[in-house]
């Protein structure tokens, strides 16, 4: 295994440490698996085609509302009204 040294601000090596000590593990393990994650990630995106890419960086299943945009006030009165009838 290679020893590589990364200099880490206060505010991020105390939340590996955090993550650490809950795990119980150590703050190179926590490390580790945070930069094994990484590459994974941007190894798919590598391997996906600009296309693939742009689709799911902008792609939206939606809300399942189709009329949202034209009655958007309409939807959101009937949900606050929801709300205010729930907390009482």
């Given at each position: 295994?290679?020893?590589?040294?990364?200099?880490?601000?206060?505010?991020?090596?105390?939340?590996?440490?955090?993550?650490?000590?809950?795990?119980?593990?150590?703050?190179?393990?926590?490390?580790?698996?945070?930069?094994?994650q990484?590459?994974?990630r941007?190894?798919?995106?590598?391997?996906?085609?600009?296309?693939?890419?742009?689709?799911?960086?902008?792609?939206?299943?939606?809300?399942?509302?189709?009329?949202?945009a034209?009655?958007?006030?309409?939807h959101?009165?009937?949900?606050?009204n929801?709300r205010?009838?729930?907390s009482?």
């Amino acid at each position: 295994m290679d020893l590589t040294t990364v200099r880490l601000p206060e505010n991020l090596a105390r939340s590996v440490d955090e993550i650490a000590k809950q795990r119980q593990v150590s703050r190179s393990d926590v490390v580790r698996e945070a930069l094994e994650q990484y590459c994974k990630r941007a190894g798919n995106a590598e391997s996906l085609s600009r296309v693939e890419l742009l689709q799911s960086l902008v792609s939206y299943d939606g809300s399942g509302v189709g009329d949202l945009a034209s009655r958007s006030e309409e939807h959101l009165r009937k949900r606050f009204n929801a709300r205010r009838r729930g907390s009482r």
